[in-house]
């Protein structure tokens, strides 16, 4: 586990989450209320384009921030999404793991939920992160050790 962990409060814009993601090198930031209590994540994914179905339709189209993805229009979504909330795109459940669990209740939530990265939680508190590289961490410790 990777412990300080990096955070954003709920709102901050997506421009200066970018820019924290930017300079720490880090795929994704925890988001925390006025009282330090995880309330969210935003990730590196969400900030790309993702298909979604057109309704009542089979077609399939890029959508980014919730707006649909015109062709020539892509700087002017992004332009306009710079002053957004990070608490308008945040991953709102978050899948998380306790400092005192082991490595296969990580493993089962990293697998099941395809996610890379799983906040470690001490109730409402963010404790650490854990990341694919923490496995590695693990493997090579050759220790059979809680998610810390």
């Known amino acids: 586990m990777n412990a300080p962990v990096v955070t954003v409060r709920e709102d901050c814009t997506l421009e200066e989450a970018a820019n924290v993601m930017l300079e720490r090198r880090i795929g ?3 988001v925390v209320n006025d009282r330090d209590e995880i309330c969210g994540i935003v990730t590196e ?3 790309a384009a993702r298909e979604k179905g057109i309704p009542f339709s089979l077609y399939r189209f890029p959508q980014v921030f919730g ?3 015109p062709k020539q229009g892509v700087e002017r979504i992004y332009e306009a999404a710079r002053n957004m909330r990070v608490s ?16 296969e209740p990580l493993l089962e939530k990293m697998l099941s939920s395809r996610f890379h990265r799983i906040p470690v939680v001490d109730g409402k508190m963010l404790v650490g992160i854990a990341t694919r590289h923490s496995l590695l961490n693990i493997m090579c410790s050759r220790l059979p050790a809680p998610v810390r």
């Open 67 to 69: 707006h649909w993805m």
């Open 88 to 103: 308008e795109i945040m991953t709102r459940n978050v899948v998380s793991v306790t400092a005192d669990d082991s490595v």
């Open 28 to 30: 994704c930031l925890p």
């Open 45 to 47: 994914s969400d900030f």
